[in-house]
């Protein structure tokens, strides 16, 4: 019998499914659903970042060594990054005189998409442009937003998939051996 376009069997294994992936914690999330950080693989070297910036010069991460940086992938269409974008603006000027970068890295959307984010959700965040989604693909980035945590040397520390709460202490303890690496 079908029942609005779905057969029974259909409707009953679609059911089973939602409630199965309903059961299981999100990518990047423990048990309690709180999004947690993954290490940097171990081997696997930080990839180069040059790009272009939405407003201003092209920013690199070599040039930015000597700061703890984080690298926020994010877009547009994405809710939970709309989200995130307020409390990752807030670490950024807590933390800003101990020498912090946090980098809004648009994936893949025009200059016009971005200027419409920023007329309804204004940031202070320094935007840079994946125009072709490359360095996304370099950082290993499938899920958004993943932020990735850069050490005052260079090196890709860890990542976090999902959308965090950046003023969190939770968050707050992530970041700690960030700010206080030399």
Not at 17 to 23: K, S, V
Request: hydrophobic share 45%; aromatic share 8%; proline share 8%.
């Amino acid at each position: 019998m079908k029942t609005g376009g779905l057969t029974r069997r259909g409707f009953a294994v679609l059911t089973a499914g939602a409630a199965a992936a309903a059961a299981l914690p999100a990518v990047g999330q423990g048990a309690e659903g709180e999004v947690q950080p993954r290490p940097w693989p171990k081997g696997r070297a930080t990839p180069a970042l040059a790009l272009p910036s939405h407003e201003g010069p092209p920013w690199s991460l070599a040039g930015a060594r000597g700061s703890p940086v984080l690298l926020n992938f994010w877009a547009s269409w994405c809710e939970p990054c709309r989200s995130e974008m307020p409390s990752l603006e807030l670490l950024a000027q807590r933390h800003e005189a101990r020498g912090l970068q946090v980098m809004a890295i648009n994936f893949r959307e025009t200059d016009a998409a971005v200027r419409r984010y920023l007329a309804q959700w204004p940031i202070t965040l320094p935007i840079l442009r994946d125009a072709d989604g490359t360095a996304a693909r370099a950082f290993g980035v499938r899920i958004f937003p993943t932020t990735i945590a850069v050490a005052r040397d260079g090196r890709a520390v860890f990542s976090v998939v999902g959308e965090a709460d950046w003023t969190g202490s939770e968050a707050q303890r992530w970041i700690a051996p960030l700010l206080s690496s030399t």
